[in-house]
């Protein structure tokens, strides 16, 4: 016996149906109800993009039960009128704004920053940017208050405060579970993104950096203090940026082997908050604070500079590392870098007088120094001792034994040619 074939599920022929039917169904005398009765019933069917001619008064019932208090239910309503997309933008923006401010009331703070910042992509104008960046910050000011008792613990602490894990509570809306530190400074630059020019901007931005700065994350404290000093120059917080971004940037460079562009920068840091930040040298405490950066600056470009000396030195250019170290002497005097220049310097200068200037590390020129040293043939002219072999030129003036010719005499060591 055959099967009967079996039919496939068309949608669009169900549709066809449903329309008809409502279309004979009792009160459905015009283009605008059937139209009300076909988007009602094919909503779940067709998504969130439907126009909802009921939004209005859907919001205003919403905003009944948000002024009675009873945010659960409200936030439910205001995030269907928000997901609808064929609502109009101002009423999906409030929408937005009021679920987010359902769970704030409620006390989900991370859900509802992360609300606020999704009106923010999709409103990135809107009339509700300000309030929300303001809520935003409020919100992250308050998860702020465990970094700020852990400064105060572990206040004898000196250097870079790591960070230490906590126990969370899963039971606390109001804090995120993982990763609160992250939460709260991911939130802070989604505050000074979407409103640069806003009141909580530069505090946003401050903050951004001072807890990267404790943490010993210096590159990124640098990047936003020296953002809050360019971008909000009449911001209270601007003595103290351009002060830690001095630090910062001195910290940033990982040592003297490394890029010393940073430590350029932040000695014009320090040029400029001298000339045109009298907060940092009229305050006796900030000025101290200013000198000892400075000073530390400047040693660390000692310490490149005195390294590449003694590179120079061990690699077996003696000329090389005489130049860097009078370079250390005469560019840093004051530092204790500029003494073992001088040092350094003064022996090297007498090796190369001795004629036998140190050959490095290089194996191949310490056998060759040892070889010349024992077996080298040297003739003594003046204060100087000058090796036969070194003194054989291209020259034709000079004897093959190397001896001076007749009318022609050569500067070695200091001594004049003959007249």
Not at 328 to 334: F, I, Q, T
Not at 353 to 358: D, N, Y
Request: charged share 30%.
């Amino acid at each position: 016996m055959a099967k009967p074939e079996q039919r496939k599920f068309r949608p669009g022929r169900a549709l066809a149906l449903v329309g008809v039917a409502l279309l004979l169904a009792p009160g459905c005398h015009t283009a605008r109800s059937f139209k009300e009765r076909i988007t009602t019933s094919t909503a779940r069917l067709l998504g969130s993009n439907h126009d909802d001619p009921q939004a209005e008064a859907k919001l205003e019932a919403a905003e009944r039960l948000f002024m009675a208090g009873d945010y659960e239910k409200a936030q439910d309503q205001f995030r269907a009128l928000a997901d609808n997309q064929g609502n109009s933008a101002i009423l999906a923006e409030h929408a937005r704004f009021m679920q987010a401010e359902c769970r704030y009331f409620r006390g989900h703070y991370p859900e509802a920053v992360d609300t606020y910042h999704k009106l923010l992509l999709d409103f990135p104008t809107g009339a509700h940017r300000r309030d929300a960046c303001a809520r935003m910050f409020d919100i992250c000011d308050y998860w702020l208050n465990d970094f700020r008792n852990e400064l105060d613990k572990r206040a004898d602490e000196k250097g870079v405060m790591r960070w230490r894990p906590t126990w969370p509570n899963p039971w606390d809306r109001t804090k995120p579970v993982f990763d609160q530190e992250g939460r709260t400074l991911e939130a802070l630059q989604r505050v000074h993104t979407h409103d640069v020019t806003g009141p909580s901007a530069d505090k946003a931005i401050f903050w951004c950096g001072y807890v990267n700065f404790i943490r010993g994350n210096f590159n990124e404290a640098d990047h936003f203090f020296s953002q809050l000093v360019e971008l909000h120059k009449d911001s209270p917080l601007q003595p103290q940026a351009m002060a830690f971004a001095i630090q910062a940037k001195n910290n940033a460079t990982g040592g003297a082997t490394y890029d010393g562009r940073k430590c350029a920068e932040a000695l014009q840091l320090v040029y400029i908050a001298e000339a045109s930040v009298p907060e940092l040298t009229q305050n006796p405490a900030m000025a101290e604070k200013l000198t000892r950066a400075k000073f530390a600056i400047r040693s660390q470009q000692a310490e490149k500079d005195f390294r590449m000396a003694e590179y120079y030195e061990r690699t077996g250019h003696p000329g090389s590392a005489v130049f860097y170290y009078e370079l250390v002497r005469r560019r840093y005097g004051g530092t204790r870098y500029s003494d073992l220049a001088t040092d350094r310097k003064d022996r090297l200068v007498q090796l190369m007088r001795e004629g036998r200037p140190e050959p490095g590390y290089d194996p191949f020129a310490i056998v060759q120094a040892k070889w010349k040293e024992l077996f080298g043939k040297k003739t003594e002219m003046g204060p100087t001792v000058i090796e036969e072999k070194d003194r054989v030129r291209d020259d034709p003036k000079l004897t093959p034994t190397g001896g001076l010719s007749p009318d022609q005499g050569i500067g070695v060591g200091g001594i004049s040619p003959r007249p």
